[in-house]
């Protein structure tokens, strides 16, 4: 079963980087076929592909933060990561990290608020 | 607002059968792609319901089911229990877009 768990500060201050990481278990990222993915949701409101990375290193990122988005895969530690700079208080949201197979999502993490305020 | 649209709430009683549905054009569902469902309980993750249309993964009942015509989607529930209430959401994949792949809006079950 393969288990994943964000981690990461909970408050970040604006025009700051959010920074989370992703611990995948039960499952390689190495072993390919399987798209890393981080995902968010606005409080109250649906769900907003962020991008993600493929074990080659490869990635794909929402045009719409594409400018303010990395993210990267230490396949060593089994861990892939998310950083957001000049976050704002509109990039309050719970982030969720997921895999992917192709085309839908099959195993996501438990997800993290993330909170921009000074 | 979202590319596939699905009402923002419905609502039934215990043992009931209600369905949701995602409607999108010919670039997405119309195109071919595939419709997959999450549910979402209060409070947690989203879980993946259905996947290719009307496939289970395993241990989701078999309450639950999908079906694709043209350009929508439906997920129906029957038998509904308390513990459905959750926000359901649809996704796919649209071709014309710059990013691809889409989430309804969501629906709120809601178990009288």
């Known amino acids: 079963q393969v288990q994943l768990q964000e981690s990461g500060p909970g408050l970040v201050k604006p025009s700051q980087t959010l920074s989370l990481t992703c611990t995948v278990s039960?499952?390689?990222?190495?072993?390919?076929?399987?798209?890393w993915s981080w995902i968010r949701q606005h409080p109250g409101k649906g769900l907003e592909w962020i991008g993600y990375i493929y074990y080659s290193g490869s990635t794909y990122y929402n045009p719409s933060l594409k400018s303010r988005v990395t993210i990267s895969v230490d396949t060593s530690k089994n861990q892939f990561s998310l950083k957001l700079s000049s976050v704002t208080a509109a990039d309050t949201a719970v982030y969720y990290c997921?895999?992917?197979?192709?085309?839908?999502?099959?195993?996501w993490g438990q997800g993290t608020l993330v909170t921009v305020s000074s | 607002q979202s590319v596939l649209t699905q009402p923002p709430s419905v609502s039934g009683a215990p043992g009931q059968r209600v369905t949701i549905s995602c409607t999108g054009s010919s670039s997405n569902i119309g195109a071919g792609y595939d419709v997959h469902w999450y549910q979402q309980l209060p409070g947690t993750a989203p879980k993946l319901l259905i996947y290719g249309n009307s496939n289970r993964p395993s241990g989701v009942p078999d309450r639950f089911s999908g079906s694709k015509s043209g350009t929508s989607a439906s997920l129906a529930i029957s038998g509904l229990q308390a513990e459905d209430e959750a926000d359901y959401y649809c996704?796919?994949?649209?071709?014309?877009?710059?990013?691809?792949?889409?989430f309804g809006g969501g629906t709120k079950l809601t178990v009288l």
């Open positions: 996704q796919s994949y649209d071709s014309s877009l710059s990013a691809p792949w889409v």
């Open positions: 039960g499952g390689s990222i190495s072993s390919g076929g399987y798209y």
């Open positions: 997921a895999r992917m197979d192709a085309f839908f999502v099959d195993y």
